[in-house]
């Protein structure tokens, strides 16, 4: 059974940095995109950022040029470095993969637990 853990989140000052981390374990074929959403109180979920197979990546406008996704595909981890971090990135951020797990040819969305981001001002 495929499994995602997230860990990184944390409470910081605005204008400090974090990173999450999160990472796949189980039988696995094959990862497509992996990506970040996050999740604020009263909110819907949304994309933060997302990195495909082949390292393309795209960024929510909110979010352009303080953070950075990358993965790491001998780990089957992606990674998410918050920089500048500013009160309204406070969320909960989850973990997405699009993979195959198995043997199977099909591939399903996977979601984190979710880790808490609070950022002070």
Same mark, same amino acid.
């Given at each position: 059974?495929?499994?995602?853990?997230?860990?990184?989140?944390?409470?910081?000052?605005?204008?400090?940095?974090?990173?999450?981390?999160?990472?796949?374990?189980?039988?696995?074929?094959?990862?497509?995109?992996?990506?970040?959403?996050?999740?604020?109180?009263? =909110?819907? &979920?949304?994309?933060?950022?997302?990195?495909?197979?082949?390292?393309?990546?795209?960024?929510?406008?909110?979010?352009?040029?303080?953070?950075?996704?990358? &993965?790491?595909?001998? =780990?089957?981890?992606?990674?998410?470095?918050?920089?500048?971090? =500013?009160?309204?990135?406070?969320?909960?951020?989850?973990?997405?993969?699009?993979?195959?797990?198995?043997?199977?040819?099909?591939?399903?969305?996977?979601?984190?637990?979710?880790?808490?981001?609070?950022?002070?001002?």
């Amino acid at each position: 059974q495929v499994q995602l853990v997230e860990s990184g989140g944390g409470l910081v000052q605005a204008g400090g940095s974090l990173r999450l981390s999160c990472a796949a374990s189980g039988r696995i074929f094959s990862i497509d995109t992996m990506g970040w959403y996050r999740q604020a109180p009263g =909110k819907q &979920r949304e994309l933060v950022a997302g990195i495909t197979s082949g390292g393309s990546t795209n960024y929510d406008d909110s979010v352009k040029g303080r953070f950075t996704i990358s &993965r790491d595909n001998a =780990k089957n981890t992606v990674y998410l470095q918050m920089n500048s971090l =500013k009160p309204e990135d406070t969320a909960v951020y989850y973990c997405n993969f699009v993979l195959r797990p198995g043997t199977s040819l099909v591939a399903f969305n996977y979601w984190g637990q979710g880790t808490q981001v609070t950022v002070s001002s």
